[in-house]
């Protein structure tokens, strides 16, 4: 069964920062694919950052430059550090796992970010 397991959401201000993290279990995890999407009210899930079992990353260009995703192979997870958050970054963030061939999705953390 697979599992991902966000955690570090919360409320903060604009200007602030928060770390989100992702454990994941149930998958190879060096072998698949991850990422960051995030949902704001009525709006459609969008990406946020990936990263790919090699390392390769990439990032909204509305996060680039304040945004960070990385992972950790030996604790199967992978973390997205936000600096300069902005009152917009305000959505639902959810983790992603690429295991081929099926995708799996975690079931989200809220941030806030008040101005």
């Known amino acids: 069964q697979v599992q991902l397991v966000e955690s570090g959401g919360g409320l903060v201000q604009a200007g602030g920062s928060l770390r989100l993290s992702c454990a994941a279990s149930?998958?190879?995890?060096?072998?698949?694919?991850m990422g960051w999407y995030r949902q704001a009210p009525g709006k459609q899930r969008e990406l946020v950052a990936t990263?790919?079992?090699?390392?390769?990353?990439n990032y909204a260009d509305s996060v680039k430059g304040r945004f960070t995703i990385s992972r950790d192979d030996a604790k199967n997870t992978v973390y997205l550090q936000m600096i300069n958050l902005k009152t917009e970054d305000t959505a639902v963030y959810y983790c992603?796992?690429?295991?081929?061939?099926?995708?799996?999705w975690g079931q989200g953390t809220q941030v806030t970010v008040s101005s």
């Open positions: 992603s796992a690429f295991s081929r061939p099926t995708n799996y």
């Open positions: 990263i790919t079992s090699s390392g390769s990353t």
């Open positions: 149930g998958i190879i995890f060096g072998v698949s694919d």
